[in-house]
T-cell receptor, first 113, second 111 residues
């Protein structure tokens, strides 16, 4: 089954404790992206990657890092989480930047205390 | 900053009615637009898209209209069903890389 998986689905942590949210897709997609979704603000792009070892900033990259060492995985790293990073995070992937076939993961709800 | 927005945060309709969800965009250089549906507890799901060289595109029970003159996008859902209840987002594709989402309209369908 074609899918994008994220782990964990729910996470509560404390300020400053480094964390990683994993994202994996099994569709051999080149393009992957991370979004955060906040009430009243909709979905905002954090980082995206057009291929292995190619990453770029989206609209709200501050406080986040990503890596793309292999095609299927695109982890989101919060080196020192802060309460304003409490949000719902979605990973998405698509083939050759064709966003019409962009698949979204199920989401990760992160709370930073 | 946010360049895509929706006119109404909520829309309530009766089952069987036609629904129209609107979206305004600000970047005249955007050349690709998408509508997504997001059900509670799930990620956004692609509904329909349209390119800037078109003004109308139809899918199954859905139609997207694009008016480039006033930079307006709309999603029409025919014979709305309770299963259509969700949050609907328009998204604007800029420069081939950044996908900018609007804030969303919550559609509630009552039977």
């Amino acid at each position: 089954e074609a899918q994008v998986t994220q782990n964990p689905r729910y996470l509560i942590t404390v300020t400053g404790k480094k964390l990683t949210v994993t994202c994996s897709q099994n569709m051999n997609h080149e393009y992957m992206s991370w979004y955060r979704q906040d009430p009243g603000l909709g979905l905002r792009q954090i980082y995206y990657s057009m291929n292995v070892e190619v990453t770029d900033k989206g609209d709200v990259p501050e406080g986040y890092k990503v890596s793309r060492k292999e095609k299927r995985n695109f982890p989101l790293i919060l080196e020192s989480p802060s309460p304003n990073q409490t949000s719902l995070y979605f990973c998405a992937s698509s083939f050759n930047q064709k966003v019409d076939t962009q698949y979204f993961g199920p989401g990760t709800r992160l709370t930073v205390l | 900053g946010e360049s895509v927005g929706l006119h109404l945060p909520t829309l309530s309709v009766q089952e069987g009615d036609n629904s129209i969800i609107n979206c305004a965009y600000s970047n005249s250089a955007s050349d690709y637009f998408i509508w997504y549906k997001q059900e509670s507890g799930k990620g956004p799901q692609f509904i329909i898209d349209i390119r800037s060289n078109m003004d109308k595109r139809q899918g199954q029970r859905v139609t997207v209209l694009l008016n480039k003159t006033v930079k307006h996008l709309s999603l029409q859902i025919a014979a709305t069903q309770p299963g259509d209840s969700a949050v609907y987002f328009c998204a604007e594709w800029q420069a081939g890389t950044a996908l900018i989402f609007g804030k969303g309209t919550t559609l509630s369908v009552s039977s």
